[in-house]
């Protein structure tokens, strides 16, 4: 089961990291607020996400908080699903 930890539980538009079994890092992920960009970081690639027509509902704080680390362990689970 994978578990998530915000770099800074304070403010979840600095990121996270996803960790799977044993600890194993899954994915790191930040968030460009300028640009409205999702970086997620999986076994040194990186994928960028443009995330400019997410609802505006989502860009609030309470919003990133729920919707960012899903959408870049989404983003991970397709890209490794992809390469199968």
């Known amino acids: ?20 079994d044993a600890g194993r890092r899954i994915c790191d992920w930040s968030w460009d607020p300028s640009t409205k960009t999702l970086k997620v970081t999986s ?12 609802g505006e509902e989502l860009l609030t704080p309470e919003g990133l ?3 960012l680390p899903q959408v870049a362990l ?10 199968r």
């Open 74 to 83: 989404e983003v991970v689970q397709r890209k490794h699903k992809s390469r």
């Open 1 to 20: 089961m994978a578990t998530h930890r915000f770099n800074y539980p304070n403010d979840p538009t600095q990121g996270g990291t996803w960790f799977g």
């Open 43 to 54: 076994y040194g690639r990186g994928k960028h996400m443009d995330l400019i027509s997410i």
């Open 65 to 67: 908080r729920d919707k």
